[in-house]
């Protein structure tokens, strides 16, 4: 029975799948996409909130395995596939513990500051509500703090957010980097270390495997 990832083309449900494609899944075979409705609200809508309380996209299915939170499905498929394809969980303790603290501060740290402009820029306008630029403003400069921790950080010579290997932690961090990169590189201007790193983990071909699932073509949600 394939693995069913409802959800669509957002930075969220990037990273929930990314890890099947580290692990070198046969997703075509083992992977079913659902395309859930943003633009008429189909996430709010009874159909899809008996699935995920909150109204919120991705939702993952495995068998009787069901789980929503995109961090919680990348975990699950980690460890899922642990051993097969990019070790992102590490190969150690002590690998694992810094691989644990760095996905700590993507959520603690570097998701509060990026997640609400990204809301402001693009869903405040599909949702037809007001701009919040105060909110834009204020994260944005919270941002640039945690850039400058994460440059001082990657200038001591570690090529990925956790040490020399790729890991869960970066990512964690690839989709929201990734529009970094695309929407305000100038967070990357004078930063050379983050912004080889950022260049390091969006160009991986796992990433561009997710950037091209078809989301227009998957299965619709009923």
Same mark, same amino acid.
């Not at 590490?90 to 609400?116: D, M, T």
């Given at each position: 029975?394939?693995?069913?990832? &409802?959800?669509? @083309?957002? @930075?969220?449900?990037?990273?929930?799948?990314?890890?099947?494609?580290?692990?070198e899944v046969d997703t075509e075979n083992e992977l079913k996409l659902v395309r859930v409705a943003l633009?008429?609200?189909?996430?709010?809508?009874?159909? &899809?909130?008996?699935?995920?309380?909150?109204?919120?996209?991705?939702?993952?299915? =495995?068998? =009787?395995?069901?789980?929503?939170?995109?961090?919680?499905? +990348?975990?699950?498929? +980690?460890?899922?596939?642990?051993?097969?394809?990019?070790?992102?969980?590490?190969?150690?303790? $002590?690998?694992?513990? /810094?691989?644990?603290? #760095? /996905?700590?501060?993507?959520?603690?740290?570097?998701?509060?500051?990026?997640?609400?402009?990204?809301?402001?820029?693009?869903?405040?306008?599909?949702?037809?509500?007001?701009?919040?630029?105060?909110?834009?403003?204020?994260?944005?400069? !919270?941002?640039?703090?945690?850039?400058?921790? &994460?440059?001082?950080?990657?200038? !001591?010579?570690? !090529?990925?957010?956790?040490?020399?290997?790729?890991?869960?932690? =970066?990512?964690?961090?690839?989709?929201?980097?990734? #529009?970094?990169?695309?929407? $305000?590189?100038?967070?990357?201007?004078?930063? @050379?270390?983050?912004? +080889? #790193?950022?260049?390091? /983990?969006?160009?991986? @071909?796992?990433?561009? !495997?997710?950037?091209?699932? =078809? #989301?227009?073509?998957?299965?619709?949600?009923?």
């Amino acid at each position: 029975m394939a693995m069913i990832l &409802y959800g669509g @083309p957002t @930075p969220n449900v990037i990273r929930s799948i990314l890890p099947l494609f580290e692990a070198e899944v046969d997703t075509e075979n083992e992977l079913k996409l659902v395309r859930v409705a943003l633009q008429t609200a189909q996430h709010r809508q009874p159909i &899809y909130t008996t699935k995920q309380p909150f109204g919120q996209i991705p939702f993952f299915e =495995d068998g =009787d395995v069901k789980i929503f939170e995109s961090r919680a499905i +990348a975990r699950y498929i +980690a460890e899922k596939y642990e051993g097969q394809g990019t070790p992102l969980l590490g190969k150690s303790l $002590k690998e694992r513990a /810094i691989i644990y603290q #760095w /996905i700590e501060s993507e959520g603690q740290n570097f998701h509060p500051c990026v997640g609400p402009v990204v809301r402001e820029m693009f869903v405040a306008p599909r949702e037809k509500r007001p701009v919040n630029e105060e909110v834009i403003s204020t994260c944005l400069a !919270k941002l640039n703090n945690v850039l400058n921790v &994460y440059e001082a950080h990657l200038a !001591k010579g570690s !090529k990925f957010i956790a040490g020399e290997s790729f890991s869960l932690a =970066d990512a964690f961090h690839t989709p929201y980097m990734n #529009w970094v990169k695309n929407v $305000k590189p100038e967070l990357l201007e004078n930063r @050379p270390h983050v912004s +080889a #790193w950022v260049e390091a /983990i969006t160009s991986r @071909p796992a990433f561009q !495997k997710c950037l091209q699932l =078809d #989301w227009e073509n998957a299965a619709a949600l009923e």
